[in-house]
């Protein structure tokens, strides 16, 4: 089976529905020709949107994704690649930081571009993503540092990550280009998105979300909360009645149907994972059952 593809506004680009996430990439333990042939498998199954930031592992997922594709030039041309900027952590390796802080200065988001396209060791970007809201933002610097990456042919697309309405549109007021997605989390743990008007303003403004810790870390599968004992037992209620394979295709099943177009992101380095995932798009819930899991997640009905 081979996921739809999604066009991200009415001019492109297209992005595949479902998205390889790297977060995580460095505790695969995969090596340069294991994670060129992961990558591979996953564009065979169509997942060919690869979700990456400057602050995974300190940039070491972005390094090993780029010593990967190197093997395979050719590969640089059917993925799109995203990546995102604006957290400085405090890491070990990094003696100057002693707070853990944000940066959208015009300075630092052209250096943090650069640098991601250094360590992926390509051209472009598809699409750059400012990482968490900054109370310091300065939205005419974003737009600036944005501007001048598309000028130079750096980066292609641009959006945010984790912004409410208000930010996005102060940004959006100061950009002369379309920002494209906000990437928020979205699970049935977590279903603050469905109501704080977030995915309301991406279906009006024809914004496509990106979803993040759609399985919530695996609280749903592990947890010991009244939230997730309730949850399990609806998914797997579920599970039986559509015929899913797993209660975890229940979850994307149930993130699919909303009406935001919503790109769910996977976030795991087994490539068995990946193919139950993209089968959830054969699969739909009707409104009882979607609204079940809604009901398990907030342990109350509707009004």
Known sequence: MTVSRVKLSPQGPEFSRFIAGFWRAMSWQKSPQDLLAFIEQNVELGV???????????????KAFGAAIKLQPGLRDK???????????????????????????????????????????????????????????????????????????????FGVSNFTNSQFELLQSACEMPLLTNQIEISPVNISALHDGSLDYCQQHKVSAMAWSCLAGGEIFTGESEQAQRLRE??????????????????????????????????????????????????????????????????????
Not at 48 to 62: F, K, L, N, P, V
Not at 85 to 93: E, L, N, R, Y
Not at 106 to 130: C, G, P, R, T, Y
Request: aromatic residues 6%; charged residues 20%.
């Open 48 to 62: 060919t949107t690869m979700d990456h930031a400057d602050i995974y592992s300190d940039g070491e997922c972005e």
């Open 79 to 157: 993925i799109e690649i995203v990546s995102k900027c604006g957290i400085k952590p405090a890491f070990d390796t990094r003696p100057e930081r002693y707070v853990n802080h944000y940066d959208t200065s015009k300075e630092h988001i052209i250096a943090s571009a650069e640098q991601s396209l250094l360590n992926l060791e390509v051209e472009s970007l598809d699409m750059l993503l400012i990482h968490r809201p900054d109370p310091l933002m300065d939205a005419e610097q974003v737009a600036a540092a944005f501007s001048l990456l598309q000028q130079q042919g750096k980066v292609k697309h």
């Open 234 to 303: 609806v998914l797997i209620k579920v599970a039986a009645e559509i015929g899913a394979a797993n209660i975890d295709q229940v979850i994307y099943a149930w993130i699919l149907a909303l009406p935001a177009q919503v790109l769910p992101i996977i976030g795991s380095g087994r490539i068995e994972r990946t193919r139950s995932t993209v089968a959830t798009e054969a699969l739909q819930l009707d409104r009882q059952q979607w609204f079940s899991i809604w009901q398990a997640s907030t342990g109350h009905s509707v009004p």
